[in-house]
């Protein structure tokens, strides 16, 4: 079974980014090469699975905690 494509507005809205900038934010990304797409005819679409590998790969885990000792005065 093939992946799913997705247009640039469902990219935009899987990114949460539709509301603030449209199209922008997905073409920058295609643009930039910063994100595969495929080509069909004239129409740009993005790969389901390559969008999920794109936001697993730029997400950026929380530190863990440190304990310290405060000196006491």
């Known amino acids: 079974m093939a992946d799913q494509l997705l247009t640039i507005r469902e990219?935009?809205?899987r990114l949460g980014t539709w509301?603030?900038?449209g199209e922008r934010f997905p073409r920058r990304l295609i643009a930039e090469?910063?994100?595969?797409?495929v080509k069909v005819g004239r129409h740009?679409?993005?790969s389901a699975a390559i969008l999920a590998a794109f936001i697993s790969a730029n997400t950026v885990q929380p530190r863990?905690?440190?304990?310290?000792?405060?000196?006491?005065?």
């Open 11 to 13: 990219v935009a809205e």
């Open 19 to 21: 509301d603030t900038s």
């Open 33 to 37: 090469r910063r994100i595969a797409y």
């Open 44 to 46: 740009v679409r993005v």
């Open 64 to 73: 863990q905690a440190r304990r310290t000792m405060r000196a006491v005065a």
